[in-house]
């Protein structure tokens, strides 16, 4: 067997629901623990306190730009890391943290939320809040092959990662103001209502079969354009789609 990768989660301006995700993988994350990577950092499993070298970090969280320790937190782990991961959408997107404005006992002076791609490079993102654990799995698991994979397997998960790599490079906002602007301005909504399905807030209804959004439910997590169909659909991988299921399912055997 390959080397096993080395795997962090860093905790920012987050609400551990990340993590939980990631622990909704039950067996799922014991196995890719014993097979395919070491936790290497995660202050909330691992009595390690500074951040270590690591193959691939789970980012947690938003960043706070008046705390000192955070904006430190995140340089160093791109220094140390090959590749940083934006887990679910406060640090993809800011997320809730977007509405913070400061003024609360004890820190009044901590207003200032960003997304951790507005200051440093972000390799992938894994909107979502929370995330999928499926999704976490499966990139935990792609990323492995990507390092340590025969040139078949590298390819593959190159593939599989394609788009989440492209949403880190699109930006750092999410709305449901993405899915008017880049998808149904652009003449690309079909009406097939996975949008609304993937709002945790229930901020869409299909009106006369286009989506239709709450404004002030809206919390800013992108989910929505993420799991549009018609926000990228890689034809590459999804006609690989049941190959991909079978090997994710054999590494888990
Ligand atoms: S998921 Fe995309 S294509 Fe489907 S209804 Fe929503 S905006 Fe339209
Ligand atoms: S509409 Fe819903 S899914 Fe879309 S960004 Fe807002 S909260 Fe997230």
Same mark, same amino acid.
């Not at 090959?82 to 997107?93: H, M, N, P, T």
């Given at each position: 067997?390959?080397?096993?990768?080395?795997?962090?989660?860093?905790?920012?301006?987050?609400?551990?629901?990340?993590?939980?995700?990631?622990?909704? =993988?039950?067996?799922?994350? /014991?196995?890719?623990?014993?097979?395919?990577?070491?936790?290497?950092? +995660?202050?909330?499993?691992?009595?390690?306190?500074?951040?270590?070298?690591? %193959?691939?970090?789970?980012? &947690?969280?938003?960043? *706070?730009?008046? %705390?000192?320790?955070?904006?430190?937190? /995140?340089?160093?782990?791109?220094?140390?890391?090959? /590749?940083?991961?934006?887990?679910?959408? *406060?640090?993809?997107?800011?997320? #809730?943290? $977007?509405?913070?404005?400061?003024?609360?006992?004890?820190?009044?002076?901590? &207003?200032?939320?960003?997304? /951790?791609?507005?200051? #440093? %490079?972000?390799?992938?993102?894994?909107?979502? *809040?929370?995330?999928?654990?499926?999704?976490?799995?499966?990139?935990?698991?792609?990323?492995?092959?990507?390092? &340590?994979? =025969?040139?078949?397997?590298?390819?593959?998960?190159?593939?599989?990662?394609?788009?989440?790599?492209?949403?880190?490079?699109?930006?750092?906002?999410?709305?449901?103001?993405?899915?008017?602007? %880049?998808?149904?301005?652009?003449?690309?909504?079909?009406? +097939?209502?996975? +949008?609304?399905?993937?709002?945790?807030? $229930?901020?869409?209804t299909m009106e006369f079969?286009?989506?239709q959004?709450?404004?002030?439910?809206?919390?800013?997590?992108?989910?929505?354009?993420?799991? *549009?169909?018609?926000?990228?659909?890689?034809?590459?991988?999804?006609?690989?789609?049941?190959?991909? =299921? &079978?090997?994710?399912?054999?590494?888990?055997?």
């Amino acid at each position: 067997m390959a080397n096993k990768i080395k795997l962090g989660h860093v905790h920012l301006s987050g609400c551990t629901g990340c993590l939980v995700s990631v622990a909704d =993988n039950n067996l799922g994350l /014991i196995k890719i623990l014993d097979d395919y990577a070491d936790l290497v950092y +995660c202050l909330t499993l691992a009595d390690v306190r500074h951040i270590p070298e690591m %193959d691939v970090a789970l980012v &947690e969280g938003s960043v *706070c730009i008046q %705390d000192h320790e955070s904006v430190e937190e /995140i340089k160093e782990t791109r220094k140390k890391s090959k /590749i940083v991961v934006a887990l679910g959408s *406060c640090a993809s997107y800011g997320n #809730i943290t $977007r509405f913070s404005r400061g003024g609360q006992h004890n820190q009044p002076q901590h &207003e200032s939320f960003l997304p /951790i791609g507005d200051l #440093i %490079d972000v390799d992938l993102y894994i909107p979502g *809040c929370p995330p999928s654990p499926e999704l976490i799995r499966n990139v935990s698991i792609m990323a492995y092959l990507l390092l &340590e994979g =025969n040139e078949d397997q590298k390819a593959l998960a190159g593939k599989y990662l394609k788009p989440l790599m492209d949403l880190a490079k699109r930006g750092t906002s999410g709305c449901f103001c993405d899915l008017m602007v %880049d998808v149904i301005n652009q003449g690309l909504c079909m009406g +097939c209502g996975t +949008c609304a399905a993937s709002c945790p807030v $229930r901020a869409i209804t299909m009106e006369f079969g286009k989506p239709q959004g709450e404004r002030d439910l809206c919390i800013k997590c992108g989910s929505c354009y993420g799991a *549009c169909p018609r926000s990228f659909f890689n034809t590459d991988v999804i006609e690989e789609f049941e190959n991909i =299921n &079978e090997l994710i399912a054999g590494a888990l055997k």
